[in-house]
């Protein structure tokens, strides 16, 4: 690994240090706080850090936390480090695209989290990060890692960038903060700004992902970037985590989608979505279907009804229905158990058949809370309660449990 003058020494954990961040790797960092008198001798900071820091590396990136002699960075760099899963997609996306060998530069190393998953199918390979702090940290943990011919170079990504030697595969995470620490969503306010650098990010390297925020849009970060071939919305856990778009030199027309949610993907074009023309459902038939948050962000809300052969309950419910099972639907699936009208005598019928749900408006007006109230609903439980529009526009309450619960 290259060494660079820019980049400080991390300084060693002295004995005592080490010995207590072993003996409590597990325990509570707040209780550990507290109790200052166990620790004498012992920088009790830094060893907190270390502690809290394999704890949530452990939840986020679990082949790392296994790997001893790591060092880990505050609390903000680790909320903000993408987690396994994710990271290992982005490898994959590199994969498919490029032979195993060649070159590649991550110009906003961070914790190095998806470098360290990008780089393993490269020969030469640059960590580039403008924190000094985070390069001490890459330049001791990627050779432990086994990236041992992984390059380190302290700097600004804008400046890498101009002075750098082409290469094949390039990647970057802008900085989603601004100089307060408050969250940004526009591209224009990330840091460093994708919109400026995009002609000389393709001049550097024939494709470039860059990682996104899942609050931003999608359609309007694509008209502000050029030959953007293809657009990634991952989620996870039913959330999604990130926004990834594909770079590729020369590439004209709209970009291709893809919805990712562990192992289910969901290809399309933007005018197949356009042109999809779903059947509507004249009444809810023996399973409702919610879409996945990666759908819902991707918009992909009448062609999933077709791909699927699903019946929508209304142009704008964004649930369907259909009376066999489709298993690998890319989002949660649940029996339905009963339908209820709002009338007073349809009211005191869910009373007594649904005292306890968990709530969810689609296409329905007001809050989920206002509804709570008003349907007098205890919260939670094993059954779910969609409060949604049907076709002839009649609001409903549908209840029912996950499929296979």
Same mark, same amino acid.
């Given at each position: 690994?290259?060494?660079?003058?820019?980049?400080?020494?991390?300084?060693?954990?002295?004995?005592?240090?080490?010995?207590?961040?072993?003996?409590?790797?597990?325990?509570?960092?707040?209780?550990?706080?507290?109790?200052?008198?166990?620790?004498?001798?012992?920088?009790?900071?830094?060893?907190?850090?270390?502690?809290?820091?394999?704890?949530?590396?452990?939840?986020?990136?679990?082949?790392?936390?296994?790997?001893?002699?790591?060092?880990?960075?505050?609390?903000?760099?680790?909320?903000?480090?993408?987690?396994?899963?994710?990271?290992?997609?982005?490898?994959?996306?590199?994969?498919?695209?490029?032979?195993?060998?060649?070159?590649?530069?991550?110009?906003? $190393?961070?914790?190095? =989290?998806?470098? &360290?998953?990008?780089? +393993? /199918? %490269?020969?030469?390979?640059?960590?580039? @990060?403008?924190? *000094?702090?985070?390069?001490?940290?890459?330049?001791?943990?990627?050779?432990?890692?086994?990236?041992?011919?992984?390059?380190?170079?302290?700097?600004?990504?804008?400046?890498?960038?101009?002075?750098?030697?082409?290469?094949?595969?390039?990647?970057?995470?802008?900085?989603?903060?601004?100089?307060?620490?408050?969250?940004?969503?526009?591209?224009?306010?990330?840091?460093?700004?994708?919109?400026?650098?995009?002609?000389?990010?393709?001049?550097?390297?024939?494709?470039?992902?860059?990682?996104?925020?899942?609050?931003?849009?999608?359609?309007?970060?694509?008209?502000?970037?050029?030959?953007?071939?293809?657009?990634?919305?991952?989620?996870?856990?039913?959330?999604?985590?990130?926004?990834?778009?594909?770079?590729?030199?020369?590439?004209? $027309?709209?970009?291709? =989608?893809?919805? &990712?949610?562990?192992? +289910? /993907? %969901?290809?399309?074009?933007?005018?197949? @979505?356009?042109? *999809?023309?779903?059947?509507?459902?004249?009444?809810?038939?023996?399973?409702?279907?919610?879409?996945?948050?990666?759908?819902?962000?991707?918009?992909?809300?009448?062609?999933?009804?077709?791909?699927?052969?699903?019946?929508?309950?209304?142009?704008?419910?964004?649930?369907?229905?259909?009376?066999?099972?489709?298993?690998?639907?890319?989002?949660?699936?649940?029996?339905?158990?009963?339908?209820?009208?709002?009338?007073?005598?349809?009211?005191?019928?869910?009373?007594?058949?649904?005292?306890?749900?968990?709530?969810?408006?689609?296409?329905?007006?007001?809050?989920?809370?206002?509804?709570?109230?008003?349907?007098?609903?205890?919260?939670?439980?094993?059954?779910?309660?969609?409060?949604?529009?049907?076709?002839?526009?009649?609001?409903?309450?549908?209840?029912?449990?996950?499929?296979?619960?």
């Amino acid at each position: 690994m290259n060494e660079n003058r820019d980049i400080p020494t991390l300084p060693a954990l002295d004995a005592a240090t080490a010995a207590y961040v072993r003996l409590h790797r597990d325990d509570d960092v707040e209780r550990l706080a507290l109790s200052p008198g166990e620790a004498r001798g012992v920088d009790l900071r830094l060893a907190l850090q270390e502690i809290e820091g394999r704890q949530r590396l452990g939840r986020k990136v679990p082949s790392w936390a296994a790997v001893e002699g790591l060092r880990l960075p505050p609390r903000l760099s680790l909320e903000q480090c993408s987690g396994e899963a994710a990271a290992l997609y982005k490898a994959r996306l590199a994969r498919r695209l490029l032979p195993r060998g060649g070159s590649m530069t991550d110009l906003t $190393g961070g914790l190095g =989290v998806d470098f &360290a998953a990008q780089a +393993r /199918l %490269f020969d030469r390979c640059t960590y580039v @990060e403008h924190n *000094a702090g985070l390069c001490a940290l890459a330049r001791h943990n990627l050779p432990l890692l086994g990236l041992e011919r992984a390059r380190v170079v302290c700097a600004e990504a804008g400046d890498y960038l101009a002075a750098m030697e082409p290469v094949d595969w390039l990647f970057l995470d802008p900085a989603r903060r601004d100089e307060a620490g408050r969250k940004t969503v526009l591209l224009a306010d990330c840091r460093p700004d994708v919109t400026e650098l995009a002609p000389l990010l393709l001049e550097k390297a024939g494709h470039v992902l860059v990682k996104l925020s899942p609050m931003l849009d999608a359609a309007d970060a694509v008209r502000r970037l050029p030959a953007v071939a293809e657009v990634h919305v991952v989620a996870h856990g039913g959330e999604c985590k990130e926004l990834l778009l594909l770079l590729s030199r020369g590439h004209e $027309g709209e970009p291709r =989608v893809t919805c &990712a949610d562990g192992e +289910r /993907l %969901f290809s399309f074009a933007p005018a197949e @979505e356009q042109a *999809a023309r779903p059947a509507l459902a004249p009444t809810l038939r023996r399973y409702l279907y919610e879409p996945g948050a990666a759908l819902l962000k991707a918009g992909a809300l009448k062609l999933t009804a077709v791909r699927f052969g699903l019946e929508k309950l209304h142009p704008n419910s964004h649930l369907y229905t259909s009376d066999g099972f489709v298993s690998d639907f890319p989002g949660r699936t649940f029996l339905v158990e009963g339908v209820y009208g709002f009338s007073k005598k349809e009211l005191r019928r869910f009373a007594a058949h649904c005292p306890q749900a968990n709530l969810t408006l689609r296409n329905f007006p007001g809050s989920t809370a206002d509804l709570r109230r008003r349907l007098r609903l205890k919260e939670g439980g094993d059954r779910y309660c969609f409060a949604t529009t049907l076709a002839d526009g009649a609001r409903v309450l549908v209840v029912g449990r996950k499929a296979g619960s």
